[in-house]
């Protein structure tokens, strides 16, 4: 009997047991916290999860739930960490996963030995160590943990922290000058959330953001997304950058930088206070950063401002602490050599789950690759005879133009990524549902007609 190893017990690692559970495939799931969730553990004893006290989801609930297990009805549109902790909880509960997990178990080391096999090298709950042999490994770990630090000329003197270990406002944070680096998801939240206790909030961004407002036109944004989805790439990035330009108006007016780039080549922004508070004058925007000089910083366009903390919102790195450096490794890649996301051309019992960006949540789909894999390893599904050749054409063809460097290294539209996937399930017998939107493309025009 072939057995798995799933390294993580985040929302990709339990829907990566529960497909191996509902076809028979001996497991073992190792998670290194005490809980299920991975990076939605508030106060993970781990130092792995990176969200904070006030933390919501910027997928909606709707968009963001298991197709086979949904939300509960009286989540809100946008749940909070403490819910999707719960509902992940309840998910693995429900699915028989959860008393398989292994808790409190790290991975040390991961190698392939001389007859294909994985030898997993981990120490227990009690401090032990082991090892065990694997037939295939499924990576679940996450790669929103290892924080990426920006660098620059000179030093700062004041308190200098990542969005990983911003856990909430406290009274450390009242009153003082706060610079946030970044104005991504993160960015924004961290920098909303000072603005609650601070008077002097500044917000430094290399390149122009697209900031989409959580709701348009009375719904979830990516509801609206969702109805546009047989629209053709370029259509549905005309419609959406009117969308957004509609909504929060020409940012050259308030002092961000104008984007002129279209919708859906970059990792949008989605926060509804952000604009408001800027255009409020809580937060300030501010251009890249030049040099740092002992409590002052100095940005490009000559400016120098006085801070008592920076908090750098940069992103991660993608990394996998267990495997060589020379074996796999992916930190500055920026594109993944990976066939769907998730199969290796040279490694055909290793599978990454969840390791993609989408415009959308990961989890959904996660589900699916987890399904593929299962397939795969039962025989019923066969990848690309030319891996190297379809993992290339995948890269050469990506769902929109996404922007280069390490951000988008891992990009993919949700809905286009979703099709795909199920597609390929198809070839194995496993029919999946259409994901019918809540709100029809006739009923978004006619909204965006009388609005």
Known sequence: MSTVCIIGAGPSGITAAKNCQQNGIAYDIFEKNDKVGGNWVFNSKTGHSSVYE????????????????????????YPRHDHLQRYFENYSKHFNVYDQIKFQHTINHVHKNGDGKWSV????????????????????????????????????????????????????????????IGAGNSGCDVAV??????????????????????????????????????????MRQKLLTKMVKTFTGNYADFGLPVNTKPMLTQHPTANSDFIDYIRHGKIHPK?????????????????????????????????????????IDFQHAEKLPLYRKMMHAEHDNLYFIGLFQPLGCIWPASDHQANLACQEILGKYKRPQD?????????????????GGQRHAA????????AELVADLKTAGIHIPER??????RQLLGSLLTA
Not at 157 to 163: A, E, L, V
Request: hydrophobic share 30%.
């Open 54 to 77: 006030n933390t919501h989801i910027i997928s909606s609930r709707t968009m963001s739930e298991y197709e086979d297990y949904p939300m509960p009805e009286d989540y809100p549109d």
């Open 121 to 180: 090298d981990y120490t227990d709950d009690q401090d032990q160590k082991h090892t065990k042999i694997y037939d295939y490994l499924m990576v679940c770990n996450g790669h929103h943990w290892m924080p990426k630090y920006p660098e620059y000329e000179g030093k700062f003197t004041g308190k200098w922290m990542h969005s990983h270990d911003f856990k909430g406002v406290t009274d450390e944070w009242r009153d003082q000058r706060i610079l946030v």
């Open 193 to 234: 959330e000072s603005a609650r206790v601070s008077k002097e909030i500044y917000i430094s961004m290399r390149s122009p953001q697209w900031f989409v407002p959580k709701f348009m036109l009375g719904y979830p944004a990516d509801i609206l997304v969702k109805s546009i989805e047989k629209l053709s790439p370029k």
């Open 287 to 327: 251009p890249a950063i030049k040099r740092l000089d002992g409590s002052f910083v100095e940005f490009i366009d000559g400016t120098r401002h006085e801070f008592d903390i920076i908090c750098c919102c940069t992103g991660f790195w993608t990394v996998f602490p267990f495997f060589d450096k020379d074996f």
């Open 387 to 403: 891996m190297n050749k379809a993992i290339q054409q995948e890269l050469d063809h990506p769902h929109h133009q996404f922007e």
């Open 411 to 418: 990009e993919v539209d949700y809905n286009d990524f979703r």
């Open 436 to 441: 019918k939107p809540k709100v029809s493309l």
